[in-house]
């Protein structure tokens, strides 16, 4: 069985699962070929094992989602700027409907076939970027009923749909880990943006970047 959260919530659906192959780092065992073959560097040089296990742990998956959470929520933000220049509720409506298939066509299986732990991650770097819950995002994108049977379903396998991002507490690992990629100071997974709409949002994100760091100097 397969997980798939956040993005495929809205596109797909999904289902529960997630197994341990009984590695050091607690790697799920459909994530572990991943591990082992694309996101191999692993720093061991601290004096508290528990910390270290956790914090390479971290790393993998964050180096391993990273690339996705950048795509999407670049397409996310994208969709929400042209919702804001919508007026009409029916064309909103039928919007949405069109940032789905986008969504769909960008990502395709790849996120479907996302371990539970590897989609948690991916959620948890959305809301990073974007401020918005997959709660939030399936409401938006799927309606406030599937919303509701979803945060329920993922309830019984002990996630939170509706849960925050807290950068100063339990995802303290999460935040420095990122803050790592984006100063260049470690390497992650890369994946390349298959669509003309998800390049397009990806350049938008990076000319807004550049304008306002000019507003900063």
């Given at each position: ?9 809205l ?53 391993s ?5 950048v ?5 996310l ?35 479907k ?24 995002i ?55 943006p ?24």
């Open positions: 069985m397969r997980f798939s959260i956040v993005l495929f919530l596109i797909n659906g999904f289902v529960f699962y997630s197994q341990n192959s009984g590695n050091s780092l607690d790697i799920d065992e459909k994530d572990f070929e991943l591990y082992k073959n694309f996101l191999p560097d692993i720093e061991i040089n601290a004096s508290n094992a528990e910390y270290v296990r956790k914090w390479n742990r971290t790393k993998f998956y964050v180096k989602v990273y690339d996705y959470s795509i999407s929520s670049a397409m933000s994208a969709f929400e700027d042209t919702l804001s220049t919508i007026s009409k509720q029916r064309d909103k409506n039928k919007y949405l409907k069109k940032a789905n298939k986008m969504l769909k066509k960008e990502f395709g299986e790849e996120i076939d996302m371990s539970i732990t590897r989609g948690t991650y991916l959620m948890k770097l959305i809301y990073r970027n974007t401020g918005l819950t997959a709660y939030d399936i409401k938006k994108y799927r309606g406030s009923g599937t919303a509701f049977w979803f945060q329920a379903l993922c309830t019984i396998s002990g996630q939170d749909l509706k849960k925050e991002y807290d950068p100063d507490n339990e995802d303290f690992l999460i935040n420095k880990a990122v803050r790592l990629i984006e100063s260049g100071d470690m390497t992650y997974f890369k994946r390349v298959l669509t003309k709409e998800a390049r397009k949002a990806l350049e938008k994100k990076r000319k807004k970047a550049r304008r306002e760091k000019k507003k900063k100097k």
